[in-house]
């Protein structure tokens, strides 16, 4: 071998050592296709998880009612797998059976479940941080169904992305209740329980089909040291936010506690980067009870119905389940993310606004370019209520509502303080442009200049491209 090719050959394996992570070695294992059902995900599997989030040796406990007499449950991993985007963890697992108890609402439009337990999982230690889906079917129906979790873990990471269960539960009429009075039987609940079963759009239909899954698939194809949590991580474990380079909100996430606020703001002020790659972002504040299985949210009636709008403590005004931008709460979401939300039914595409900036490096976009239908199905804007002193307009994009009224949306970007980037995408729909898995109809938006933008971001937040005094330029 000559001198010259062992040079090549060592740079060759130095580089391949640099960019392998636990996430890269996790997606060289075998990939199966095996985790997606065979047909829709069947009302007659119902089944709910003890946890949002577990970390390896812990026990997540698993409650299911089915007409069957059995059950297989059968646990996968999501992320890239060579395109095949899960991965089986165990072989499958038998149990016994039967339907459970329906409960009825209580004072509060509450639904919550006592289930007798059906299955404990105790997750091992060489499992890495995901999401991950337990998959339920029928035997002998074949019905199917999901549960799904995140397993969190300790370790400091580039990445640390968040799924929005607080919004999927907040959505979530199973039983005939949500937070909502477009799918509630009667008037909505003010509290949600974690303690029952997803409704099919729901849960893992939030995940799978709308928002989160997409810009999982692409972090992990490309090789992102990324960790995992929920958002109740958010409000419950701070710390996990201060391990990481950079936090990223995706898709609908507008359910949002005190506590859960002041986690991604002092970490902020403390340095680390904030990517909003989604819309509605903490548009209504929530408290969280019962050992944070229960969400509280008044909304519309707060002022009226919430305890602490009549308790005689002006000291729980601040916490009142209303919007944040409201008295008497009163900090506008823009506040911190840069923009705010705006409009909802849109479908549109994002206009470029300001090319020159660093984040549209090697895309070759001109001011005027779209990135078609990336713009919905929520949007933000910037306000002006408590814009950031540095806020940076980097998208304008016109729309027409449901009323056929124009209005804009924005994508931005500032600096705090601290010398944090904060970046906003200002649409829900920006991970549809960067993979293409999802529902047919919606057809395909795979963008690479979406992509390109998206690595632009979070290469500069992670220090990937670098830069002089990194902290002190951007």
Request: with cysteine; net charge negative; proline share 5%.
């Amino acid at each position: 071998m000559t001198a010259r090719r062992g040079v090549v050959l060592y740079i060759l394996l130095l580089t391949a050592t640099l960019h392998a992570n636990i996430i890269t070695n996790e997606n060289a294992r075998p990939g199966t296709d095996r985790w997606q059902l065979r047909s829709s995900p069947s009302a007659d599997v119902a089944a709910y998880a003890s946890a949002t989030s577990v970390a390896p040796g812990e026990t997540i406990r698993f409650f299911v009612s089915i007409a069957d007499p059995k059950f297989q449950i059968e646990i996968f991993r999501m992320g890239w797998y060579g395109g095949l985007g899960g991965r089986r963890m165990a072989d499958a697992i038998e149990r016994a059976g039967g339907t459970q108890p329906m409960p009825s609402p209580d004072a509060d439009g509450m639904i919550r479940c006592q289930w007798i337990e059906s299955y404990a999982l105790a997750i091992p230690s060489d499992w890495v941080s995901g999401v991950y889906l337990a998959k339920i079917t029928g035997k002998p129906s074949e019905k199917q169904n999901y549960v799904i979790f995140v397993v969190r873990d300790e370790r400091t990471a580039d990445l640390l992305f968040q799924c929005s269960v607080t919004t999927y539960q907040a959505y979530n009429n199973w039983g005939g209740k949500s937070l909502y009075a477009f799918n509630s039987t009667g008037a909505p609940a003010r509290k949600v329980s974690f303690d029952r079963p997803y409704s099919l759009s729901a849960g893992p239909g939030d995940f799978l089909l709308h928002w989160e899954y997409p810009m999982v698939r692409f972090l992990e194809r490309e090789g992102y040291d990324v960790t995992y949590g929920t958002n109740i991580d958010t409000h419950a474990r701070p710390e996990m936010l201060r391990r990481v380079k950079a936090f990223l909100s995706v898709g609908h996430d507008e359910y949002w506690s005190w506590e859960m606020r002041a986690s991604v703001e002092a970490a902020r002020d403390a340095g680390v980067d904030l990517a909003f790659f989604s819309a509605n972002v903490c548009f209504w504040q929530i408290r969280l009870e019962d050992e944070l299985r229960t969400i509280v949210a008044h909304k519309e009636t707060a002022l009226a119905t919430d305890p602490f709008a009549y308790d005689g403590d002006p000291s729980n005004d601040t916490h009142i389940t209303t919007q944040w931008r409201l008295v008497p709460v009163l900090r506008p979401e823009e506040a911190f993310i840069g923009v705010m939300s705006g409009e909802s039914q849109i479908d549109a595409d994002i206009v470029v606004d300001n090319p020159s900036h660093w984040v549209f490096t090697k895309t070759n976009l001109a001011r005027g370019d779209h990135l078609p239908g990336l713009l919905g199905y929520e949007v933000d804007e910037i306000v002006g209520m408590q814009s950031p002193p540095s806020l940076v307009r980097l998208a304008h994009s016109p729309y027409v509502n449901e009323h056929g009224e124009t209005g804009f949306s924005d994508m931005t970007i500032y600096t705090a303080p601290s010398g944090a980037i904060v970046f906003a995408a200002g649409t829900m729909q920006w991970s549809w442009g960067l993979d293409g898995f999802g529902p047919s109809v919606r057809g395909n938006h795979t963008s690479a200049a979406a992509q390109q933008i998206t690595r632009n971001v979070l290469d500069r937040m992670i220090g990937k491209i670098t830069y002089t005094k990194r902290r002190a330029v951007r």
